[in-house]
C-alpha cells in the first residue's frame, strides 16, 4: 500500500494539530496502522497504532492523553490528533503499514511507510 501523510506545521507549545495519511489502494481495511516519529539524531520511535478495525490502539507512554490515533477505513485514512503539544514532540512523523499483529512499536515490522511529514513545536 501507499501511503501519503500530510498535515504537519509549526506551532507553539500547547497547541493542537491533525496529521492525515491517506493509503492508496482497495486493501487498506486489511492492515493494522501506526505513527512513528523521527527527531533530528535520534532514532525513529513508536507513536500509536491502531488495528485494522480502529477498534484496539496503542500508544507511547510519552504522547498517552494527549493524541489520538483513529482511521477512516470508507476514506483509506488514519489521523493522528495530537494536543498538548509539547517542543519535545518535534519531529518528522511518519505513518506505517503492517500486515502483522496490530499495536507493534517495531519499526521492522511495518511493510510501507509514507514520506513524512515535519512538526516542530515552539517553545
Known amino acids: 500500500v501507499q501511503l501519503q501523510a500530510s498535515g504537519g506545521g509549526l506551532l507553539q507549545a500547547g497547541g493542537s494539530l491533525r496529521l492525515s495519511c491517506a493509503a492508496s489502494?482497495?486493501?487498506?481495511?486489511?492492515?493494522?496502522m501506526g505513527w512513528f516519529r523521527q527527531a533530528p539524531g535520534k532514532e525513529r520511535e513508536f507513536v500509536a497504532a491502531i488495528n485494522w478495525s480502529g477498534v484496539i490502539t496503542y500508544y507511547a507512554d510519552s504522547v498517552k492523553g494527549r493524541f489520538t490515533i483513529s482511521r477512516d477505513n470508507a476514506k483509506n485514512t488514519v489521523y493522528l490528533q495530537m494536543n498538548s503539544l509539547k517542543p519535545e514532540d518535534t519531529a518528522v512523523y511518519y505513518c506505517?503499514?503492517?500486515?502483522?499483529?496490530?499495536?507493534?512499536?517495531?519499526?521492522?515490522?511495518?511493510?510501507?511507510w509514507g514520506q513524512g511529514t515535519q512538526v516542530t513545536v515552539s517553545s
Open positions: 489502494g482497495r486493501t487498506f481495511s486489511s492492515y493494522n
Open positions: 506505517a503499514a503492517s500486515r502483522r499483529a496490530a499495536g507493534s512499536k517495531l519499526v521492522n515490522e511495518y511493510d510501507d
